[in-house]
């Protein structure tokens, strides 16, 4: 059974309230929670817990015991005080992460992955693994018997963010190019669909002309920016969210 859709949310909040029944959900937030999620899966992470809140966060860590969790997130970009990592990707190396669990929260990707989590089956994605991320979701649509996949953008406090919708573009490209019979689903997916059109993956001038990369430049969080456009479809981790609510490797 082949998709019969593809369609493309453009905020987290766009996602709140919509029907995920038939679908298969790939939650994208470039700058930076997916990204994150991924390099942490990559580097040895055992689960990403996303919650909602710091405080939750907190608790989660406490029922897991504190030994064996890592607290990740941001507000406002910056690390959450009391938590041990913040929002950039490098730092979840394999030194920090490996046989860990992730407790993570921020602004807008883990509020995107909890709208998301009535879908068939939610997958993280960013530029490291759209490649990866997109066979995966196609895949899984099938073997689930889903009509469709939904790319849902996290975006930034309810606006949408170049980067998400072009990692969704191009995603969407190559979901495309697997089921050539699946339409798009809304005037949306087609208009963010067409950022992709002639633009090649690692088109970072075209993302930074972003109001949030910019953001994240002013902050000093450069070599993040870097990390996370600079080298597409590098990491062949595909984290999927399974029945327990955590993030683990697809296998």
Wanted: glycine share 8%; proline share 4%.
């Amino acid at each position: 059974m082949a998709i019969k859709t593809i369609d493309i949310l453009p905020t987290a909040q766009a996602a709140e309230g919509y029907d995920f029944s038939v679908s298969v959900a790939v939650v994208i937030d470039v700058l930076r929670a997916t990204s994150v999620i991924t390099n942490a899966l990559s580097n040895g992470a055992s689960a990403v817990a996303p919650v909602l809140s710091p405080e939750e966060g907190f608790a989660l860590a406490d029922k897991l015991g504190r030994y064996g969790v890592v607290l990740g997130g941001e507000r406002n970009a910056d690390v959450i005080p009391g938590y041990d990592l913040g929002n950039s990707p490098q730092d979840y190396a394999p030194g920090a992460v490996a046989g860990k669990t992730v407790v993570i929260t921020t602004t807008n990707g883990t509020v995107a992955l909890r709208a998301s989590s009535s879908a068939k089956s939610v997958i993280a994605a960013s530029m490291l693994n759209y490649k990866a991320a997109a066979i995966k979701a196609v895949r899984m649509a099938v073997e689930l018997s889903a009509e469709s996949v939904v790319f849902v953008c996290s975006g930034n406090y309810g606006a949408l963010t170049l980067e998400d919708c072009f990692c969704a573009a191009v995603m969407a490209d190559v979901a495309a190019d697997l089921c050539p019979s699946a339409a798009f689903a809304s005037d949306m997916a087609v208009a963010i669909h067409d950022l992709a059109r002639g633009r090649s993956a690692d088109d970072v001038s075209f993302i930074s002309r972003s109001a949030h990369y910019g953001r994240l430049i002013a902050k000093g969080y450069s070599a993040d920016v870097d990390f996370c456009l600079r080298h597409p479809d590098s990491l062949a981790t595909v984290p999927v969210m399974c029945a327990d609510g955590l993030i683990r490797l697809a296998k």
